[in-house]
């Protein structure tokens, strides 16, 4: 839907409910029928789509379901210039994509994590608990009018919270999940509820569960924020494996693989020689030794398959960061290209027998990348 017919809808419910609040505050002895009459023109201007509530989702036919505009990216465009005029107020550590952040060694660009995106609400929607892109840390500003109440639980209940979902059949990531307070707190767990006022900057920390309903009219912008720091690394690397053991369905559209590039961000970080405490380097050197053997363990393959190995640079139009066409993995050291030619993960291509590989990219040489895991040292 064009942002524009979004924006018209928005200002015309604006009104509807700003007539109906004068009227109640005149005449409050017929609140309930100018409500009655307010649900009616709700439901005459319910936008096409999936905003018309249907028996199906348990509720009357023609009920209106309020619009959320999500993920609207802050690009260069002129529109966003306010917007990005008021990032770039804040200090650097809180900058999508600022010089510290881990993800300036990912090697790209990704909308909603290094790059800032709108969410434009209307009362009452909501985004469900979730946390963030490989538990990455985010910011958070409320533009205004209208305030937004948040619920978040630390990271250090992570644990309880997801053995309850578990045992009510809900899933982080495919099912919309609404954890309520009272259940929560009668577990023991520690659970925060705060309103974040029109101009209010919400920073939430990394791997911390959080849910958000709207309670005005309110225009939001968010990013994550990858902070240097060993807990944040890996609290990374534990949700990239939470989601990789996930179950996967048949219908790989279905499953949506970790997207930050984890990979790249670790080696890249040894490459562009990040200077590390002795616990960072610990932590780094853990996920290289997995990272290197999965390598050595695909190029092994490539030879006993007789395969050929072709070095990335005799090789045009490789992406910066590799992923799998057909279920969007980020891919490293070795990447299998199809014979239709496309990027295919190992896991992807043993499913299709048939067909066949022209040959597998090699991104660094396997001496390199052993001289680079030898070179982080830990005393
Ligand atoms: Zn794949």
Known sequence: MPLERFMEHRKHIKEIASETYKKIMKDGKKAEDHLEELEKKLEDCTLEGPFQGQQKNFCKPVTYLQPFATNINVTKDEKFERARREIGKLPECLK????EDLMHFGDEII???NQAQAYLKVPAVRTTAHWEIQGAGSINLNVGPGSCLWISCPIEYFNT????????????????VWPLVKDLRTKGIFVEV???????MVYVGFGTPHWVQSVGFADNISWNIVVPTVNQ????????????????PENVANWKPPIMPLEYMIWNMVIKRKEMDGEMKRAVKSMLMRS???AAAE????????????????VPDVPAVARCYPCDRVLFNYLPVHQEGYIICFQCYFKRDEEKLVHVVQRYEMK????????????
């Not at 919270?161 to 578990?166: F, I």
């Not at 190029?299 to 005799?314: F, G, M, Q, R, S």
């Not at 390199?368 to 005393?379: A, G, H, K, P, R």
Request: hydrophobic content about 45%; charged content about 15%.
């Open 96 to 99: 999508p994509n600022g010089a």
């Open 292 to 294: 290197l053997a999965n």
């Open 299 to 314: 190029e092994a393959y490539a030879i006993v398959k007789t395969c050929p190995i072709v070095n990335l640079a005799d």
């Open 111 to 113: 909308q909603g994590l």
């Open 368 to 379: 390199y990348l052993v001289e680079l895991f030898d070179s982080v040292i830990i005393n």
């Open 233 to 248: 690394l890996a609290t990374a690397a534990l949700i990239h494996d939470y989601h990789m053991s996930e179950p996967r």
């Open 161 to 176: 919270v997801d053995s309850m979902l578990n045992q009510r059949g809900g899933s982080w990531t495919k099912s919309a």
């Open 194 to 200: 705060y309103e974040q006022m029109a101009g209010d």
